[in-house]
């Protein structure tokens, strides 16, 4: 995926992924973001729609980022 496939998504779920990318929690990432936890697992779900990947799968605490995940992250840092 290139930058620009991630300009094409909204901004606030790119702000959610990114924060998900650093805490691996979505309990933290709504502490963090503001919002509860209800609402990060719903802009997740649009993310792994927009983005057609997982990109977080559970496997214990903490969340494991796919490698699809790890790979857009330098590019999300770059863009936001």
Known sequence: MNLAHLLAVDLNLLLVLDTLLATRSTTATAKKLGRTQSAISHSLARLRDALGDEL????????????HAESIAPRLRLLL
């Open 56 to 67: 977080f799968v559970r496997r214990g605490q903490p969340l494991e980022a796919t490698s």
